[in-house]
């Protein structure tokens, strides 16, 4: 399997593997970071400071800043509106 979302989603699949145990899992994961932060929740602003940090606000208004920023924009399945396609 190759490691693109494609192939993830395939591995996930083929190894049974509920897309919300895999979740849970990669949390887990990232708490022996201790500097990860993960937040369920829309960010409306995200600006570059003079001194080189990034500056996030939340929905509802919490402010983080950070040197890195990453972007998970999440995946929605679209099926074909194509007869018998759901019973695959």
């Keep these: 399997m190759g490691g693109s979302p494609a192939g993830l989603s395939a591995a996930l699949f083929i190894d049974h ?19 990860v932060i993960i937040e369920n929740t829309r ?4 600006k570059k400071l003079d001194d080189g940090l990034f ?17 998970a924009t999440g995946v929605q399945d679209i099926f074909p ?3 018998g396609y759901t019973k695959c």
């Design 17 to 35: 593997r509920q897309p919300s145990d895999f979740r849970a899992a990669a949390r887990k994961d990232f708490e022996r970071y201790g500097s």
């Design 43 to 46: 960010a409306t602003a995200v």
């Design 55 to 71: 500056e996030i606000t939340g929905a509802a208004g919490q402010v983080w800043k950070g040197r890195k920023v990453v972007l």
């Design 81 to 83: 509106d194509i007869k």
